[in-house]
């Protein structure tokens, strides 16, 4: 048999009313904050993510999906950030707009080892908001997080921050945790010990059992960072507090992309094992700049889709189901032909329905009606034919009635609201 690729997952109809809910869920939220929707090609030019994620970074290094063709590189986009800055420069949105609010739902692809809880190909929802550094700006981008989740009936989540401040900081944040980390080098793994040069705050990533006892007894403070970053951070903080919204400040929270800069945040939940990360983004005040726009501060984050669903799944909540369908259930040639125009007309008048197409049984057809979700079924036998009826059926109420066809489309549309 013919196999998907490895990594890689199909969603079938009996699971797509989940993706379709956190679908619909996040335009909702992301409209309600003023955020547009864009959507950039899922293969970009391998340049993009090696100037904009940082040569250091394992997505770099070792998870770029890579296309040859045409003597040119290109890879399958491990994330969405990049693509849509490139987008916003390369269609002028800068010129158009000083500030602009984006969001986009869609494929990611990371050609790392398949694993639980690491696919391949996965999905991003998130959001990038670009031209302002406003502290107001980190605590509306974090809020919004906050109320997709609750809006999606997720809970039980945690939301950590950090800022890793200006260029300059994070410089000196790497030095201190150089200096920290150095006599304790040879007890690290040895990709951290490869990480300790090339990028020394993938460290505090480290799922090592060693490498973690290491950096939980490492002392971090704020004194990296300038004061002009120390205002922003107490800034972000305080709005976040008017906004309700609740969070613990990480110190060893630092994201490996070396685009991040100044407020950093992690989104977790304790129902997802080792990879608890949900979701999470920070500021990128410079990334604009280095793929050859001007100046630009900008802000943004991205959930796993994927992780949302296990979180949604760890919820003691009952999904749902609605019966929102009429199936048509036809005894004989001459009520198949009535059945088959009753349908049409129900489908005219925006009620979902369906009917038999194998010429079951009376009880294949029931069993039918009821593996589709049905809320009601539509009876047509001898005996409503003569009558010049519909028998009903709620199977939801299990109450029973015959109506004209003419009242059947009333009812029915009274019935399913
Ligand atoms: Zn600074
Ligand atoms: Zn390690």
Redesign the pocket.
């Known amino acids: 048999m013919l196999k998907r690729v490895l990594g890689t997952k199909d969603i079938l109809p009996g699971e797509i009313n989940v993706w379709q809910e956190i679908e619909h869920y996040s335009s909702q939220v992301f409209s309600l904050y003023g955020y547009q929707e864009i959507r950039t090609p899922l293969i970009e030019d391998i340049s993009l993510f090696n100037r904009s994620l940082g040569d250091s970074t394992e997505i770099v290094q070792k998870q770029m999906f890579e296309i040859s063709r045409d003597k040119e590189t290109y890879v399958l986009r491990p994330e969405a950030t990049a693509a849509i800055v490139r987008a916003y420069l390369e269609n002028s949105l800068d010129k158009k707009e000083d500030f602009i609010k984006l969001y986009y739902i869609g494929a990611m692809f990371r050609a790392e080892r398949p694993q639980k809880g690491r696919l391949r190909e996965f999905h991003h929802i998130g959001c990038e908001a670009i031209g302002s550094l406003s502290p107001y700006l980190d605590a509306e981008v974090i809020s919004l997080a906050d109320r997709l989740l609750q809006d999606l009936g997720i809970s039980g989540y945690e939301i950590k921050i950090n800022s890793l401040g200006c260029v300059e900081d994070k410089k000196k944040l790497a030095d201190i945790l150089r200096k920290e980390l150095k006599e304790k080098l040879h007890s ?2 040895p ?2 010990q490869e ?1 300790f040069q090339r990028n020394v705050f993938r ?1 505090l990533d ?3 059992e ?2 973690r006892k290491i950096v939980e007894g490492l002392k971090l403070s704020d004194k990296y960072l300038c004061a002009s970053c120390l205002e922003h951070f107490k800034n972000v903080r305080e709005n976040l507090g008017r906004l309700n919204v609740h969070y613990k400040v990480s110190p060893f929270l630092v994201r490996g992309l070396d685009y991040y800069t100044r407020t950093v945040f992690e989104i977790s939940h304790p129902g997802l094992g080792s990879q608890d990360a949900i979701g999470a983004g920070g500021r990128y005040d410079n990334l604009i700049k280095q793929l050859g726009g001007s100046d630009t501060p900008a802000i943004g984050f991205a959930f796993g889709v994927e992780r949302l669903i296990l979180a949604q799944a760890a919820q003691p909540k009952e999904l749902k189901t609605e019966r929102k369908a009429v199936y048509i259930i036809t005894l004989g040639d001459v009520a198949a032909k009535e059945g088959f125009i009753l349908l049409n007309s129900l489908r005219s008048a925006g009620i979902a329905a369906d009917m038999d197409f194998q010429a079951k049984s009376l009880k294949g057809q029931m069993r039918r009606a009821d593996s589709l979700f049905s809320r009601f079924v539509a009876i047509i036998g001898e005996d409503e034919l003569k009558k010049g009826v519909v028998g009903l059926k709620d199977l939801l109420s299990g109450e029973q009635k015959e109506l004209k066809q003419d009242e059947l489309i009333n009812y029915l549309k009274k019935g399913l609201n």
């Open positions: 690290l793994c990709d951290c990480r460290i480290c799922k090592n060693s490498c």
